[in-house]
């Protein structure tokens, strides 16, 4: 594939941040952290076959971080500039020192321990450039909505289409050593499409994103799944208040696995904000269930040969038979925790859950059947998540479901629960995998939650 044309090569952003560590030195830091980067890209986006908004980005950015004093007595500056000139260089670096110098000390602050370090980075093939023309981008978004208003008559309107190209490149280094940074990129087609006329509209969307613009679905195959999914909605009612299983599609399953790592991660942990305060080792899942991290897939949204602070990534089982077996820690958290960085500063990379339940055939349809009578949930609205307490409530619309098949859309309902019965009470997870981010799942099922209707 073509190659992104970045004003400066890897070598050279090298070279800047070795500058920078000098100046660092040269002013008396202790330690110090810097962290370059360079992007270009395009975003347009159509509504009704008309050119709504085109946008195009060319920017580049450095972040330095400076640490004065020693172990368990540490101070913090950080600066940041556009200007990659040595004297902008050096300002920053003196910006960020004179900031150091009138911070709180801190017992947990500083670089990551030397032997955390990745020393040397793997190449995961991370960057496939799509060097679009705008005339291109706006084609393939007029495609994508197109296909859509195809579908059906009904599809009287849209919030638009949007093709977005984003390809850049970074490097990160510190004064213990490390220095590494790659090319990478992330596209997406996607669309919104409106059904409906006055009282009775739904809107519904779809999307496809991936690093590898071959790797994309056809703009007019996300027009026409979202534009059904949008029809599908039309004539929604509303539930009276009960108890009954719930199927959550497999993009809102991924949210569900996003809320546990944010009650396992670093933060919430040490300031003991999370309901699952000192879950290593303990049973919180069903015991079918397994959540494995992996930052080494190549060509992945969520791979990276290592964390935001250079610390090495590797591949592990977080959850193993329901059994927490590690945390999301950068630095800093794990030793607030008293505990080792387990390279996740910046968050997960490529989390999947499974069951061992889970049968090749276990697609959509087979799920709804394993449900029998419930409810699907296909939107969710609002944050709806008490971390402290794990008490869960978010609005939501979706479908009635009995024997195995959708009866008819429903809207301005209420599901209700608690997170830890909800991760307990997972009896299922489909074949019908799908990638959200960093997040791999297939459609979840929990045995029961609260309903509440207009």
């Known amino acids: 594939m073509s190659q992104p044309v970045f004003t400066h090569s890897q070598e050279q952003l090298k070279q800047i941040a070795e500058d920078v560590l000098r100046f660092a030195r040269e002013k008396g830091a202790s330690d110090a952290a810097v962290e370059i980067s360079e992007g270009q890209g395009l975003a ?20 330095v971080t400076v640490y004065l004093g020693g172990e368990g007595h540490v101070r913090r500056g950080n600066a940041s500039t556009s ?7 050096r300002d920053s670096v003196d910006a960020a020192y004179n900031i150091a110098r009138f911070t709180a000390e801190d017992d947990c602050a500083g670089l990551p321990d030397e032997d955390t370090l990745e020393r040397s980075p793997r190449d995961l093939q991370l960057c496939y450039p799509w060097l679009l023309s705008t005339e291109d981008a706006v084609e393939i978004a007029k495609r994508c909505e197109g296909a859509a208003f195809e579908v059906d008559k009904r599809i009287t309107n849209s919030e638009g289409a949007s093709v977005y190209a984003q390809q850049s490149h970074f490097v990160a280094a510190n004064s213990r050593g490390f220095i590494g940074g790659y090319p990478y990129s992330r596209h997406t087609i996607s669309v919104a499409p409106i059904a409906g006329k006055g009282a009775n509209m739904q809107r519904d969307d779809w999307y496809s994103s991936s690093r590898d613009p071959r790797k994309l679905a056809e703009p007019e195959a996300v027009g026409r799944y979202a534009a059904e ?10 539930l009276d208040t009960r108890k009954c299983p719930v199927l959550f599609e497999a993009p809102l399953a991924a949210g569900l696995l996003g809320a546990f790592v944010q009650a396992v991660s670093g933060g919430a942990l040490y300031r003991k904000s999370t309901f699952l305060l000192d879950s290593l080792g303990q049973q919180v899942f069903a015991p079918h269930i397994q959540v ?31 059994v927490v077996q590690g945390y999301f820690l950068s630095t800093y958290s794990a030793r607030k925790l008293g505990m080792k960085t387990t390279g996740n500063s910046g968050g997960s990379h490529n989390l999947s859950i499974t069951s061992n339940l889970t049968r090749p055939g276990d697609d959509f349809a087979a799920m ?3 449900m029998g009578t419930g409810l699907l949930v ?27 098949v959708i009866q008819y859309p429903v809207e301005e309902i209420t599901i209700a629960g608690n997170m830890k019965d909800m991760l307990r009470q997972i009896v299922g997870i489909g074949a019908d995998t799908l990638i959200r981010g960093t997040k791999e799942t297939g459609s979840i099922l929990i045995e029961s939650m609260t309903i509440a209707g207009g």
């Open 292 to 322: 494995k991290e992996d930052p080494h897939v190549i060509g992945a949204v969520g791979s990276a040969p290592f964390d935001e602070e250079g610390v090495r990534t590797s591949k592990r089982d977080v959850v193993r038979d329901g």
């Open 229 to 238: 999914r949008a029809l599908a909605r039309l004539n929604a009612r509303k």
């Open 378 to 404: 296909t939107e969710l609205m609002g944050q709806g998540v008490n971390y402290v307490t794990g008490d869960y409530s978010r609005g939501a619309s979706g479908y009635w479901v009995e024997n195995g």
């Open 368 to 370: 709804l059947r394993k």
């Open 44 to 63: 347009v986006t159509v509504r009704k076959g008309k050119i709504e908004t085109i946008e195009q980005n060319k920017d580049k950015g450095i972040g």
């Open 83 to 89: 200007d990659f000139s040595q004297q902008s260089l």
